[in-house]
């Protein structure tokens, strides 16, 4: 594998992370549903797997659909493991306001830090996200912000 072929991985991987933040964000469930193999498993950072995308779609509907949410992702690092396996691990600072989705939204809406460790496969559809594992790092209290 030349440089630029696993350089080419490593972009296709990072696209799948933003793809899922912004299709989250904006209510895109196709969007969402096309990060994911169609045999994807989604260990929530909240708990519960999910899997396939019957299950996610499932999912990704029931969520309700007037909330502001915004995934800030930093932190990512993609391995490539061969031409046709990566993983990657990457930081989500999630940022919710539960109103009636009017913008702006209150400042003060920082909802956790997650991490997330993904597994990329190529697929004949292209590179998906085939497992991903997310891990709450830091909640938000229920502590007013100006008590602190």
């Given at each position: 594998?030349?440089?630029?072929?696993?350089?080419?991985?490593?972009?296709?991987?990072?696209?799948?992370?933003?793809?899922?933040?912004?299709?989250?964000?904006?209510?895109?469930?196709?969007?969402?549903?096309?990060?994911?193999?169609?045999?994807?498993?989604?260990?929530?950072?909240?708990?519960?797997?999910?899997?396939?995308?019957?299950?996610?779609?499932?999912?990704?509907?029931s969520r309700p659909q007037h909330a502001t949410v915004r995934h800030v992702v930093t932190n990512d690092f993609i391995e490539v493991i061969d031409p046709d396996n990566a993983r990657g691990i990457s930081y989500a600072t999630v940022y919710r306001h539960s109103g009636d989705g009017a913008l702006p939204g209150p400042a003060e809406a920082l909802q956790s830090l997650i991490e997330y460790r993904d597994e990329y496969c190529r697929t004949p559809d292209g590179w998906r996200i085939c497992s991903r594992h997310g891990t709450t790092v830091l909640r938000r209290t229920q502590t007013p912000a100006s008590s602190i």
């Open positions: 594998m030349t440089d630029l072929d696993r350089l080419l991985i490593e972009q296709a991987c990072r696209r799948l992370v933003t793809a899922y933040c912004l299709a989250a964000d904006h209510n895109d469930c196709d969007g969402f549903l096309g990060v994911f193999s169609k045999d994807a498993r989604w260990v929530r950072p909240t708990g519960g797997t999910i899997e396939g995308h019957t299950a996610l779609r499932a999912f990704f509907l």
